[in-house]
Each structure stands twice: as C-alpha cells, then as structure tokens.
C-alpha cells in the first residue's frame, strides 16, 4: 500500500459548509459490506434498514468550545489555542498557533483578556503545557468564552455571528453530555431525538460509549507506507450497561451496529483485550479482522486518513471499492466530510 492510494478527486464544492435541516434529512448511501450495489436512501429511514435485535452504539462524547483567539506577552504577536485536555485542574495541554515563539515562560492572554495562562513546557506533537491562575475549573468559562473548533474546511472567516451561534449547537450530537472531544464524533450529527425513539420503537436498543475525538483526527497520514502511521491515542470508557447489552445482543443473535469510526475503535479496543476504560491507539487498516462490530454508520472521509483506512477495511474490495463508492456518491451529489451526508455498511 502506498499514501498515494489514499487520494481520491474532490471538488471544493462537494466540501459541506452548512448542515442540513433537519439533521436526518441528510442523505445515506446503504452499501452492502460483502459486495453488490448501494442503495441511495435519507438518513430518516435508518429504523427501516436496521432489523429489531441490533444494538445501535453511539458516542455520548461533548466537543469543547475550547478555541480561544489572544496575544502572547512579551511582544504581543496574536495567538490561537486549542486546548485539548486538561491533565490537572487548570493545567492544559493545548494547540497554539503559531507556535514557534511560544516558548516555555511566554505568557498569554486570551478571549480579550478573560482567561490568562503561562506556557510550562514544550510536549511532543508540537503541544504546549498551559497552566491557568490558580487551577480554577476553566469548563463554564470556555462554553462562554470558546469558539467552536470547527475543522479548518468549514470556512467561517466571513461569517455573520448568527451562524457562529448555530454551529455550537449544531457541531454537537443531540446525545452530546460528556464533555472533552476536539471534534464532533461526526456520524452522530444525522440523528434527531425523535429518530432515536422511533428507533426505539422498531426494536433497536441503543447503547452509548464515550471516546473523547483529539487532535490527532485532523493530522493527514504522511509516511509513505501508511501501515507505518503513528497513530494518535483517544480517552474512551464503555459503561457496564453497554458491555451488559453487548453481550446480550450477540447472545440474542442481533447485530451490533456501531455509529461511527471512534465507537469502532472503542468496541475492537476491547474485543482485542483492553480495559472498559483508558486510551487506544488501535489502527485499523486493511486487513483487518473485525471482532466487535457488524455494520457501521459514518460519513465520508479526507483522503490520505486513518478512517478512510478503517472504512476500506469493513469493505469487501478494500480501498479500490471505497474510492468506486466515493466516486458514485459524487456523481449522485452527495455532500463530504463533517456537515456532509452519510453511510450505512451493512
């Protein structure tokens, strides 16, 4: 396999800048996992094509409003962070732009100078370690004070306020309550509550799993092999009653149905052995043997990803029937990436 493998073509406009209204008006391509056609149907219809007895996991996972836009002192060169985890009370790992004169010592104020903070250390990943005040709780003064960090693809810079307002109600799931990821666990953003209770109602059990979305989702595979990427790790925990319903659903002969690429990493994390909680650095790429999960929801991916990879990997026909099936939702005017419409591999 070559990082050449993982190109395909896509047109700038394909790049969805808006969401969808409703959520589950968006559009879903239903491609059969061992081979034949895709169906072309709307996200609305999912209680059709999934069967009562599957166990449909989603991730309850919140995104921070954790971008904050400032200056660093001395000199006073404008600064953006992302902060994105909190090792301590007060105490942030963070992305910062530029970053290049941002050294250990460098001081920085930030959201008009709300929230001050001094640079402890240089981390790896080109992180910085950010100490706040006294080690206060920063999370009620990031939801006041954050913007979104909407991925670098949804253009905002012209934007009215009004729309900067949607997108922080918008960029999160209608299940959103645990509060850490960097991005929205993407495929989770079609859903609306009346969706999960007609669900319900057709005699799919819903479970939910949290695995905090990091900074590594935004980093391109470059190594000219990708098997050899440097996968990032993810904070993830499945409670007792998802483990519980898991058991039960392949028990019962039922399919477990994971929405999205971080339930996958999750449920393979620990059908591989690893803990109900912790942090993964599964990477997942053809071949691969899936031990967890039977079908999966997701959108449509960056070239040169990791979960371009993981879905070529649920796929009989791997990459080159993926690149076909992008290409043929393409032609049909699908829209791409984060605000864009979806896929059911089933």
């Not at 319903?245 to 971080?262: D, E, M, Q, S």
């Not at 043997?289 to 039977?294: K, P």
Request: with cysteine; aromatic share 6%.
């Amino acid at each position: 396999m070559r990082l050449e493998d993982l190109d395909y073509e896509l047109p700038r406009e394909a790049i969805a800048q808006q969401p969808v209204e409703p959520r589950d008006a968006s559009r879903l391509m239903v491609v059969p996992r061992g081979g034949g056609a895709a169906a072309h149907r709307r996200f609305r219809d999912l209680p059709e094509l999934l069967r009562p007895g599957d166990l449909l996991v989603l991730n309850d996972t919140r995104v921070l409003p954790a971008r904050l836009q400032g200056v660093r002192l001395p000199g006073g060169g404008r600064v953006e962070c992302l902060l994105v985890r909190e090792r301590a009370p007060g105490l942030w790992e963070a992305m910062v732009r530029p970053g290049r004169r941002v050294r250990e010592g460098v001081r920085l104020v930030l959201a008009g100078g709300e929230l001050r903070c001094e640079v402890r250390a240089r981390l790896s990943g080109g992180l910085r370690l950010l100490a706040f005040g006294d080690g206060a709780d920063l999370g009620p003064r990031l939801e006041q004070l954050g913007q979104m960090p909407l991925p670098p693809y949804i253009d905002r810079r012209a934007a009215p306020p009004e729309v900067h307002r949607r997108d922080r109600e918008r960029y999160q799931t209608v299940f959103a309550r645990n509060p850490g990821a960097v991005a929205a666990p993407t495929a989770g953003l079609h859903f609306t509550t009346e969706l999960l209770g007609r669900l319900e109602a057709a005699g799919i059990e819903l479970a939910w799993v949290t695995l905090h979305v990091g900074p590594g989702t935004f980093l391109p595979i470059t190594t000219p092999d990708p098997r050899a990427h440097p996968m990032h790790s993810e904070r993830y925990a499945c409670p007792p009653v998802t483990l519980q319903a898991l058991r039960r659903t392949r028990a019962a002969g039922g399919r477990i149905v994971a929405c999205g690429t971080t339930v996958v990493r999750v449920l393979e994390s620990i059908a591989a052995g690893a803990p109900p909680a912790g942090e993964t650095q599964l990477y997942i790429c053809p071949p691969y043997r899936f031990a967890a999960i039977d079908a999966l929801i997701t959108n449509f991916h960056l070239p040169r990803s990791t979960l371009l990879l993981l879905v070529a990997a649920l796929l009989e026909g791997g990459l080159e029937r993926l690149k076909a099936l992008y290409a043929e939702a393409l032609a049909a005017g699908y829209r791409f990436y984060s605000y864009g419409d979806a896929m059911l591999i089933i």
